[in-house]
């Protein structure tokens, strides 16, 4: 299996909602990554778990919080966000290396509207 | 940190014509590029990728070339088809990077046309 999931799809919330993105995957992958993609942008990486810890957090606002319960799945929880927080939510997971990088299998994403 | 350059932005050709794409990064540290595809409403998808022990790579239509040297790197498609049109990005990485942290170009929209 080398595929990542995410669920929902679609998600529209308003600004006083709370809600959460999932993603899977049965890799073996040690490390997992959440990217916001804006259009005709490029993915802007988030956060990185690597081996359950976060490892990396690219200054994120605290109204999103990731979490990470296990070597599979990874959970973005969102709370109070903004009109300019809607975007693709990517979650991405690839092998961990130390002395080299490896390829990231990206998810099909989520599409966030915020109203 | 690392930055990676991408050109160009736009890039439309002919059907059958090949296509190039240039990249260049900052940090000679860099060992690791990557090229990703995105469909428009897809995940990016890795379609080639180069390591820094290799000048050249092919993969059928598809071949990326890196200069170390001159901290450039390009993907090449040749006899171009419709379901190339896409957005690239390229992207570097480098083992000083905290957990395989990888720097994106700011990707380039190639249209084939008919």
């Known amino acids: 299996d080398t595929e990542v999931t995410q669920t929902p799809k679609h998600l529209v919330m308003g600004m006083t909602n709370k809600k959460s993105l999932k993603c899977e995957q049965h890799m073996g992958h040690r490390a997992m990554y959440w990217y916001k993609q804006k259009a005709k942008k490029p993915p802007e990486l988030m956060f990185v778990?690597?081996?359950?810890?976060?490892?990396i957090n690219e200054s994120v606002p605290s109204r999103f919080s990731p979490e990470c319960p296990n070597s599979s799945l990874l959970n973005l929880h969102l709370h109070a966000l903004q009109p300019e927080d809607s975007a693709l939510y990517l979650c991405a997971s690839s092998q961990v290396g130390r002395a080299t990088s490896y390829e990231q299998y990206f998810g099909p994403g989520t599409r966030l509207t915020v109203t | 940190g690392e930055n990676v350059e991408q050109h160009p932005s736009t890039l439309s050709v002919q059907e059958g014509d090949s296509a190039v794409i240039k990249c260049t990064y900052s940090d000679s540290a860099s060992n690791y590029f990557p090229w990703y595809k995105q469909e428009l409403g897809k995940r990016p998808q890795l379609i080639i990728d180069?390591?820094?022990?290799?000048g050249e790579k092919k993969d059928q239509r598809i071949a990326v070339t890196l200069n170390k040297t001159a901290k450039h790197f390009s993907l090449h498609i040749t006899e171009t088809q419709p379901e190339d049109s896409a957005v690239y990005f390229c992207a570097a990485s480098s083992p000083m990077n905290r957990d395989d942290k990888i720097i994106f170009g700011k990707g380039t929209r190639l249209h084939i046309l008919p």
């Open positions: 778990y690597s081996y359950e810890k976060l490892s």
């Open positions: 180069i390591r820094s022990n290799v």
